[in-house]
């Protein structure tokens, strides 16, 4: 593996010799919450990514069973628009899940062309069980931090997100009715 020294990365311009982007030059840029971020993400995906191994799975299978569990009868169409990946990505994870005997696929009663998606048994405890892992760290992290404390993470990443998303989605997806904290 390659050795990085991160020495100076900050001073260096690009190859290009281009470093003005916008944020670069119009405000000191966020290394900290950057790099925090990142090595959170890391850790919080990496309980699950390690279990998920297992399986011959990895972090799209996840996305997809979490959403498929969440919201059953997602249609195919939705479930794209939530992840934001295209037809070939979700195709490939999609039919292993469903070779697997993880998700089941229903054509729609209204419209036959729709495919609604729903977990099984079987996709409903991995799941669990990948969520139980994430609660864990989630809940080792706000332990010591007062209820005013939670919502303001809570509202800082929500502010992460994009202002329509997911709201827009699960809103057309579901008027509004979406599952939250259960």
Do not use: C
């Amino acid at each position: 593996m390659t050795d990085i020294n991160f020495s100076g990365m900050a001073a260096k311009p690009d190859s290009q010799g281009d470093d003005q982007t916008p944020a670069a030059g119009s405000r000191d840029l966020r290394w900290d919450i950057i790099e925090l971020l990142f090595f959170a993400y890391r850790d919080f995906v990496g309980d699950a990514d390690q279990e998920l191994e297992a399986f011959g799975f990895g972090r799209a299978h996840h996305r997809v069973i979490h959403f498929v569990t969440r919201y059953p009868g997602l249609k195919v169409a939705d479930l794209l628009d939530v992840l934001r990946i295209t037809k070939q990505s979700l195709g490939r994870v999609l039919k292993q899940l469903l070779d697997e005997g993880y998700i089941v696929q229903k054509t729609g009663n209204n419209d036959r062309r729709q495919r609604l998606l729903y977990a099984t048994p079987k996709g409903e405890a991995l799941v669990g069980k990948l969520a139980g892992l994430q609660t864990d760290r989630i809940n080792r992290a706000i332990a010591g931090i007062d209820p005013a404390g939670v919502e303001t993470v809570r509202q800082f990443l929500r502010a992460m997100i994009d202002r329509d998303d997911p709201d827009k989605v699960l809103e057309a997806i579901f008027g509004g009715g979406r599952k939250t904290r259960e």
